[in-house]
T-cell receptor, first 114, second 114 residues
């Protein structure tokens, strides 16, 4: 079945460090891929998305490229801030479910120290 | 445009009781999906409603049910509550404005079962 695997956390970085959170997926067909972020006590916020191979999603300095050949969608940011501390979720939209079902990775907690 | 709203934000119930949670989607969105988030199981898909019909269903027991009204608002019900039902319940609405298959989440309802 379809699945998403993320690198385990927590990830602790110093401010202005480079961030990579790895995400790989297994899916039949051509899923859309997403990164969501969750701050403490809140719901999920859409960070970025990509809908086809080689698409690059970007938002607020974060980027991820849809790599079909490696079935990956790694999240990167060149210089993290303390305010980026949160839990990040990689997800795919099951292509067999008309977009109504997201399959999530287990989440990666990021802590950025000043 | 107002985002996805969920009520109530917090609930405390005892085992054996039932509970109803409400979700109002973004105006114009016709699809509402529900997810359960727990520390142990992560984010799991419950079900999706589109135009008042359940379109997709996850692997949860029949104690979990939902419905959608003609104005796209949705409710989910959990009967005969168990301790393991304690979780953050998130709903998300999907529309075309953000691109197909893009889900926008509400803040969640935190359910505690004692």
């Amino acid at each position: 079945g379809n699945s998403v695997t993320q690198m385990e956390g927590p990830v602790t970085l110093s401010e202005e460090a480079f961030l990579t959170i790895n995400c790989t997926y297994t899916a039949t067909g051509y899923p859309s891929l997403f990164w969501y972020v969750q701050y403490p006590g809140e719901g999920l916020q859409l960070l970025l998305k990509a809908t086809k191979a080689d698409d690059k999603g970007s938002n607020k300095g974060f980027e991820a490229t849809y790599r079909k050949e490696t079935t990956s969608f790694h999240l990167e940011k060149g210089s993290v801030q303390v305010s980026d501390s949160a839990v990040y979720f990689c997800a795919l939209s099951d292509p067999e479910n008309q977009g109504g079902k997201l399959i999530f990775g287990q989440g990666t907690e990021l802590s950025v120290k000043p | 445009k107002a985002g996805v709203t969920q009520t109530p934000r917090y609930l405390i119930k005892t085992r054996g009781q039932q509970v109803t949670l409400s979700c109002s989607p973004i105006s114009g969105h016709r699809s509402v999906s529900w997810y359960q988030q727990t520390p142990g199981q992560g984010l799991q898909f419950l079900f999706e409603y589109f135009s008042e019909t359940q379109r997709n269903k996850g692997n949860f027991p029949g104690r979990f049910s939902g419905r959608q009204f003609s104005n796209s608002r949705s409710e989910m019900n959990v009967s005969t509550l168990e301790l393991g039902d304690s979780a953050l319940y998130l709903c998300a609405s999907t529309g075309m404005a953000g691109g197909p298959n893009t889900q926008y989440f509400g803040p969640g309802t935190r359910l505690t079962v004692l």
